[in-house]
């Protein structure tokens, strides 16, 4: 699992219980992928990029070659502009 300096920036803007949430459900699908999980959404217009909603957070993150990384997050009305 990886993150994108920019996401890393993003994150430590966060409150840290809503942090620790975020980190717990993106280690969640880094190991149980490509189980289906339910707060995990495949992108529309964007083959191989994927999503989280956890709350008012998202998490925009691709994986490839079993390899998560997470490029934003943010809150649920900034994150896809």
Do not use: C
Request: no cysteine.
């Amino acid at each position: 699992m990886k993150y994108d300096p920019a996401a890393i920036k993003q994150l430590k803007a966060i409150p840290k219980a809503d942090v620790k949430r975020l980190r717990d459900a993106v280690q969640q699908v880094a190991n149980l992928h490509p189980q289906r999980q339910s707060f995990a959404t495949e992108m529309q217009g964007e083959p191989g990029y994927w999503r989280i909603r956890k709350g008012d957070w998202r998490v925009v993150y691709h994986m490839d070659d079993d390899v998560l990384t997470v490029l934003s997050i943010g809150n649920r009305r900034e994150i896809y502009r």
